[in-house]
């Protein structure tokens, strides 16, 4: 659309307000675009590209036409709008920069002015949240010191107590501390002051000294094994471990399966040694009974056919 107007016949008058405002960078890109919207729309088809050109032609002539019947004002006019333009751009020289500045630059005054509020919203309600799980942790916490400082919370306490000292004894004796280890956890807070703290260090200092006791072995032996020339591939080991334990599942599996097999061949049998009911019943009882009484002395002398 651009080329169409620059090409038109130098009849018609230079606006400085249209070169002013075409020298902003903003109204050029938007003109640019609109252009070449035209422009794909008109190439679109034969018969737009026909129409276009038409009226093109038309406004071209009629403005040819009428040049010099409004030139006089149009002068004025566009006098004013260049004025006006010219004000524009020393009260807000923004204008003058491209559009990325000028989109960059507003986001940038937009945020200075909403961030301050959006911050203080959200640091007020991090602020309540903290304070809700604070209030709910320390409820918390007192309900747990209140169910330990009971008769029963007291022998569950002194069972964690003694089951603590009890793991520490076997710690000592199965994996001994190897060289100079710090023993975390030294200072426990005592029952009385706060039965639940106590429990948590107490379950913590236990886990801790295991974890640690764990591996100084493990680094121990594995360091004796490569000062005595073996080396230990650690990846195998794992590998082995792990089909060792397959192997033992898989056997109790298979040693459970042939026990169940065992049991149901012992109920089987046990079954068949069972006597039938029709042995027991009272019709084969009566004529043993009576085959019995038949053979005996006292009857053969009473038979009359003797």
């Given amino acids: 659309m651009a080329t169409e107007v620059s090409s038109a016949p130098t009849t018609l008058p230079q606006l400085q307000s249209v070169q002013k405002a075409m020298a902003i960078p903003t109204v050029e890109a938007a003109v640019g675009q609109v252009g070449a919207i035209y422009s794909k729309v008109k190439g679109a088809h034969s018969l737009l590209e026909w129409a276009l050109s038409t009226a093109e032609a038309g ?97 569950a306490m002194h069972g964690v107590d003694y089951g603590a000292t009890y793991a520490m004894q076997l710690l000592d004796h199965y994996l001994p501390p190897v060289g100079a280890q710090e023993e975390p956890g030294s200072e426990i807070t005592p029952a009385s002051n706060d039965p639940a703290l106590h429990t948590v260090q107490t379950v913590g200092r236990l886990s801790s000294v295991a974890a640690r006791r764990v591996w100084a072995n493990l680094a121990y032996k594995i360091n004796e094994l490569r000062n005595s020339g073996i080396e230990l591939d650690v990846r195998r080991y794992v590998t082995a471990l792990l089909a060792a334990l397959h192997l033992a599942n898989v056997t109790s599996l298979q040693q459970q399966q042939q026990a169940d097999r065992e049991d149901r061949g012992a109920q089987r049998k046990a079954e068949h040694s069972r006597p039938s009911p029709e042995h027991n019943s009272p019709q084969h009882s009566a004529s043993t009974t009576s085959n019995e009484v038949k053979t005996t002395p006292e009857s053969k002398s009473v038979d009359p056919s003797n």
């Fill in 59 to 155: 406004v071209v002539l009629a403005a040819t036409t009428a040049a010099p019947y409004v030139s006089a004002p149009l002068a004025v006019g566009d006098a004013k709008v260049a004025a006006a333009i010219d004000h524009l751009e020393r009260r807000v020289p923004l204008v003058t920069e491209q559009p990325k500045v000028i989109v960059e630059t507003t986001k940038q005054a937009v945020l200075s002015k909403i961030s301050p509020h959006v911050n203080k919203q959200v640091y007020g309600a991090r602020a309540v949240a903290e304070q809700r799980v604070k209030s709910l942790k320390e409820l918390s916490w007192a309900k747990a010191n209140a169910l330990l400082s009971t008769a029963y919370g007291q022998k």
